[in-house]
């Protein structure tokens, strides 16, 4: 029967445990950190119940929503937000608002990256001097255009219906 020292084995096993578990528990407090992190720099969200999926690294939000993205607010009673695509899915009687302008309707999905919100279903489109109501909107705010499908509006009094037109907000100008 042959003799092994086994003293430098262990202690050598038992350095690399150390430095697994610190690694492990670095690893934890990362992920636990990371949505307070990235949240506290990207943009501003508010919701009466709320969570992180970790798996899809999605904030899913419920009740009473509202989300900043840049210089828009998004309010909803349901949204999915992405920090680090700095995108925002949201439905349940949505409103989109950047200076003077909102957008109503049923669903819009926002990509921040883009400076574009696309509003479906219901839309309804104000600003200080118009209202226009049609099923789609995609608007770009860098740009200003919303570009609007079937719309419904009023022109020198007389009631329009196009399939497709561009309302310019800065310029407030509709063409068609």
Known sequence: MQKHNLAGVSTKFGGNMRKLCILRYLVFVLLLCYPALVSASATDIKADNYYYDFETGLYMLEGNVSVRVKDAVIKAQR????????????????????????????????????RRAIIEGNVKLESISTVITCSKVDFNWKTKNATLFEADFMENGVAKHVAEAVYNVRSRTLQY
């Open 79 to 114: 949204a999915r937000v992405s920090l680090t695509l700095l995108e925002v899915f949201a439905d349940g009687g949505i409103s989109v608002t950047q200076d003077d302008i909102c957008f109503q309707g049923d669903s819009v999905f926002v990509i921040a990256k883009e």
